[in-house]
């Protein structure tokens, strides 16, 4: 006699704790290939950008005029690691540092029209080559992915991701 199929539409399973291995270890496959999704869509024509370049420029384009060490509380890192990064930043023409007239001892990081153009062509390739995968799914998997994606995004927004 066949057991029946308890596992729900599509064979997914009906609660977290039904989650087969196979789902956990898919998961992490998917991990691995948003992660590099991100790494080659920093790799372009005009030199490369570490993740950890390319978060401090997202960060300052996201929040300009901030102090170095607020920057490196963001990230996570200490001051003088900002520092370096920051150096190779500028010398890539990507940020500049300002001080204020007000306090001349303070500086702020900004964002240069060479920075925010970069931040377009990363946006634009990692577009991309997400599109190219979503196209590559069978049609009928496109509608319930593209469905799912504003949950995912919010249940992600509630663990701090």
């Known amino acids: 006699m066949v057991e029946p199929d308890h596992s729900g539409a599509e064979g997914l399973p009906n609660s977290p704790e039904e989650t087969p291995d196979q789902l956990d270890e898919d998961l992490l496959r998917v991990s691995r290939i948003f992660v590099a999704i991100a790494a080659n869509s920093l790799a372009g024509e005009d030199g ?73 062509r990363i946006a634009l390739r990692r577009s991309a080559l997400l599109h190219a995968i979503f196209v590559r799914l069978p049609s009928e998997f496109q509608a319930p992915l593209a469905a799912a994606l504003p949950a995912f995004i919010k249940a992600a927004d509630e663990v701090g991701v």
């Open 48 to 120: 490369d950008l570490s993740i950890q370049q390319y978060r401090a420029l997202a960060l300052l384009a996201s929040q300009e005029g901030q102090r170095p060490a607020d920057l490196a509380r963001s990230l996570g890192v200490t001051p003088s690691t900002t520092t370096t990064l920051c150096d190779r930043l500028v010398q890539k023409g990507m940020i500049s540092r300002r001080r204020p007239d007000t306090d001349r001892r303070s500086v702020s990081l900004f964002v240069t029209s060479s920075g925010h153009e970069q931040l377009a």
